[in-house]
């Protein structure tokens, strides 16, 4: 008999606390999950799967407004029924939550709907006082949204408010110049608001490539997003129905129906008794881990966005996955690789990058060569579209290996799962060259660049 009542007590019902929780069940081990909200966490029910659902309706209106030009019998500027989306939206959130609950039951994991805390290396006890022990304990409960600490702060939404609309407000401002920021723009403008995009920085998405950077920005102002960069906001004022937004000197940046903060993400490590039992808690709020994921005390590990390291979902569930690999599967040095990690940014069109953009590529690299494909897609030259596209890759030493590709256009967010695949393993850019196209795609331009 164990000493325990769980092998392993799981706090946070997000991607990574279930990809844990079901990889752990898998090897044999007995498993309780503490989550008080509904299952998913950020990614299900206010990030990735609600996100993409409002992209795609966005991406139809692209659509609808394209087959205008080329002689389609509907409207150049479609309208959206909010509400309608929305129950469409909410109705494939629910279906997800309903086969979450369905694999915990069908793994024999404990689901506890309340929140813990640690009250040593082995024991969580929940709000109403009851008390769970384990072997190891995972610690996946996510991040919030930040508010910064400005004048009237409180007026403004946060990115997870955008889930609450019904309606699209017809004058928008976004606060910041990240991921969250470019892709709530665009959802925004293309569902029926005029938006304005307020910059800090001199540039959008400062981790990815400046080059598709300074192309994306020419493409949201192409959809009519309004872009202003070295833009400090200072304070938000109740400006009748409006927020006024003061940049400045009190300088009027103008009074909006909504204004959304952008401005970052701070990891939910607080109130979980971790400082008192030694776990180090770093200077963003993030829950201190070797590259096993385990903290100070060997008992204790963490994944996902509390860790602090790559806030992206498969991320998490991978790190998880290899971690309870290790502590029941056998797998004495399974961690997760976090080199030439994926990812895309939703805008419209999408961008998506694996590897070293071409400045991080020159620190690293004595040679390095870069290529690249700058056009427009099809379907936009038919109806006369400005969108455009660009593509690059960037290579390192005599070979040319290729160590980064840079992707901005349609269908990118798709074609890169293969190519990073095959950057993963060390591709070369003469091996790409000697790869046959497939004519006419946007993807062909990878193999074709010179």
Avoid at 149 to 174: I, M, R
Wanted: charged share 20%; glycine share 12%; with cysteine.
């Amino acid at each position: 008999m164990s000493a325990y009542d769980y092998d392993l007590i799981v706090l946070g019902g997000g991607s990574g606390g279930l990809a844990g929780a079901f990889r752990a069940a898998a090897h044999g081990a007995r498993v309780a999950l503490l989550e008080p909200g509904e299952l998913g966490g950020t990614c299900v029910n206010v990030g990735c799967v609600p996100k993409k659902a409002m992209w795609l309706a966005a991406d139809l209106a692209g659509k609808i407004g394209l087959a205008s030009a080329m002689g389609f019998a509907v409207p150049a500027t479609p309208a959206v029924e909010w509400k309608e989306l929305v129950v469409h939206r909410q109705r494939y959130i629910a279906d997800i939550h309903a086969r979450y609950q369905q694999r915990l039951d069908e793994t024999g994991v404990v689901r506890i709907p309340r929140r813990g805390r640690l009250l040593d290396a082995h024991t969580v006890q929940c709000e109403d006082g009851l008390r769970f022990s384990a072997g190891h304990i995972l610690i996946a409960t996510g991040a919030h949204p930040l508010r910064p600490t400005l004048p009237g702060a409180g007026l403004g939404l946060l990115s997870d408010d955008f889930f609450n609309l019904c309606a699209a407000p017809a004058t928008v401002a976004v606060i910041g110049g990240g991921y969250i920021a470019v892709e709530l723009s665009g959802l925004l403008q293309a569902l029926g608001s005029r938006v304005s995009l307020l910059v800090r920085g001199e540039r959008l998405l400062d981790r990815f490539d400046a080059e598709l950077a300074a192309q994306l920005a020419e493409n949201l102002r192409q959809q009519g997003v309004q872009l202003h960069f070295d833009c400090h906001v200072h304070a938000l004022e109740q400006a009748s129905a409006q927020v006024r937004v003061r940049g400045a000197e009190s300088v009027d940046c103008g009074a909006f129906d909504a204004v959304f903060f952008a401005t970052g993400r701070r990891p939910n490590s607080q109130r979980l008794g971790l400082e008192a039992l030694g776990v180090e808690i770093g200077g963003k709020d993030e829950i201190k881990v070797d590259a096993f994921q385990t903290t100070a005390l060997p008992s204790i590990h963490a994944v996902g966005d509390v860790a602090g390291k790559v806030g992206l979902t498969p991320v998490a569930i991978a790190a998880a996955r290899k971690l309870m690999d290790r502590l029941y599967g056998g797998e004495a040095q399974a961690r997760l690789d976090y080199d030439n990690i994926p990812s895309v940014v939703f805008s419209h069109p999408p961008l998506g990058a694996v590897g070293l953009g071409e400045e991080e590529a020159r620190k690293r690299h004595a040679k390095v060569s870069v290529y690249h494909s700058r056009f427009r897609p099809m379907l936009q030259a038919l109806a006369d579209g400005p969108q455009r596209s660009l593509f690059k890759l960037v290579c390192a030493g005599e070979e040319e290996r290729v160590v980064g590709i840079h992707l901005l256009g349609e269908g990118a967010d798709e074609i890169l799962q293969g190519f990073a695949v095959a950057l993963k393993l060390g591709v070369t850019r003469r091996q790409l060259e000697e790869t046959v196209a497939i004519h006419p795609t946007a993807a062909e331009e990878v193999v074709l660049m010179r």
